[in-house]
């Protein structure tokens, strides 16, 4: 139901923009976020977006360089990622939390996750 897209390699300083398509639910009421998991670490939140669109919320790590978005008529979710550096690399998983109201960083409160996408930056 949540299908994460555009990963892959790029270098030092390069951009990606991941999307994350929605389907089957009514997502456009969920809150969304964008986590991600390098080897051998936990899965982290990466930035948050409320269901309108209204509020975003990012790690210290991405502030100004990731921007998280989304347009409910097309129930997808992008991350904008400039600037990348090799401590980025991991796994990106987008997720939606269906009973917030603000945004939170902890990954057990999302309920719907997708598959994962493979994102590797180069020094």
């Known amino acids: 139901q949540l299908q994460a897209s555009g990963g892959g390699l790029v270098q030092t300083g390069g951009s990606l923009r991941l999307s994350c398509a929605a389907s089957?639910?009514?997502?456009?009421?969920?809150?969304m976020a964008w986590f991600r998991q390098a080897p051998g670490k936990e899965r982290e939140f990466v930035a948050g977006i409320t269901w309108n669109g209204g509020t975003n919320y990012y790690q210290d790590s991405v502030k100004g360089r990731f921007t998280i978005s989304r347009d409910n008529t097309k129930n997808t979710v992008w991350l904008r990622m400039d600037s990348l550096k090799p401590e980025d690399t991991a796994v990106y998983y987008c997720?939606?939390?269906?009973?917030?109201?603000?945004?939170?960083?902890?990954?057990?409160?999302?309920?719907?996750w997708g598959q994962g996408t493979q994102v590797t930056v180069s020094s």
């Open positions: 997720a939606a939390d269906s009973r917030g109201i603000r945004i939170v960083t902890d990954r057990r409160v999302y309920n719907y």
């Open positions: 089957g639910r009514t997502f456009s009421r969920y809150n």
